[in-house]
């Protein structure tokens, strides 16, 4: 979890103990500690399968409130997790490395080249970076989905106009 708030939230205060993160103010925010029973009751279903998740399909348990809840734990990476395992998150993180890596070097061409559309790929960026921190506290928001597709789209235009590779990995 501590990695996971790090990638996150970049200013997230490295020497804090994963009982610290658990003990956060949890008489004072009723938001947060709801968060946290969620979080831990959510990785704790996957005990029996923690590289490959529960799967698809089904309603999220949670026990502590109400039992057969389908309330989600409202964070994309403890969704992630719960679902595919700690192979398909690791495999989320590579795929929004390697998209993040193409923006920037598709930012870097267009910068050069003073296209107009640059803003497109800059806004990419800034959605990637924003929803991805807003992931942490909320589950996915497809606003940011379609900005950061609109920044591939005129990334994948640029290719064939200016006739230039990006590599993906």
Same mark, same amino acid.
């Given at each position: 979890i501590l990695m996971i708030l790090r990638?996150?939230?970049?200013f997230f205060p490295v020497k804090m103990t994963c009982d610290d993160i658990l003990m956060y103010?949890?008489?004072?925010?009723?938001?947060?500690s709801w968060r946290i029973i969620q979080w831990k009751a959510q990785l704790r279903s996957i005990a029996n399968t923690p590289f490959v998740g529960l799967g698809f399909g089904g309603y999220w348990e949670l026990s502590e409130f109400a039992e057969g809840s389908g309330v989600s734990p409202h964070n994309l990476y403890v969704q992630i997790t719960v679902k595919l395992g700690i192979?398909? *998150?690791f495999l989320y993180l590579l795929t929004i490395l390697s998209i993040t890596r193409y923006l #920037?070097?598709?930012?870097?061409?267009?910068?050069?080249r003073k296209d107009p559309?640059?803003?497109?790929?800059?806004?990419? *960026?800034?959605?990637?970076a924003g929803?991805?921190?807003?992931?942490?506290?909320?589950? #996915?928001?497809?606003?940011s989905i379609l900005f950061l597709g609109l920044g591939i789209a005129v990334l994948l235009d640029k290719i064939k106009t200016y006739s230039f590779t990006i590599t993906l990995v």
């Amino acid at each position: 979890i501590l990695m996971i708030l790090r990638i996150a939230n970049p200013f997230f205060p490295v020497k804090m103990t994963c009982d610290d993160i658990l003990m956060y103010e949890e008489e004072n925010n009723n938001t947060w500690s709801w968060r946290i029973i969620q979080w831990k009751a959510q990785l704790r279903s996957i005990a029996n399968t923690p590289f490959v998740g529960l799967g698809f399909g089904g309603y999220w348990e949670l026990s502590e409130f109400a039992e057969g809840s389908g309330v989600s734990p409202h964070n994309l990476y403890v969704q992630i997790t719960v679902k595919l395992g700690i192979i398909g *998150l690791f495999l989320y993180l590579l795929t929004i490395l390697s998209i993040t890596r193409y923006l #920037l070097q598709g930012l870097h061409i267009l910068r050069k080249r003073k296209d107009p559309e640059l803003t497109l790929i800059i806004t990419a *960026l800034i959605a990637l970076a924003g929803s991805h921190t807003f992931y942490f506290a909320y589950a #996915l928001d497809p606003i940011s989905i379609l900005f950061l597709g609109l920044g591939i789209a005129v990334l994948l235009d640029k290719i064939k106009t200016y006739s230039f590779t990006i590599t993906l990995v």
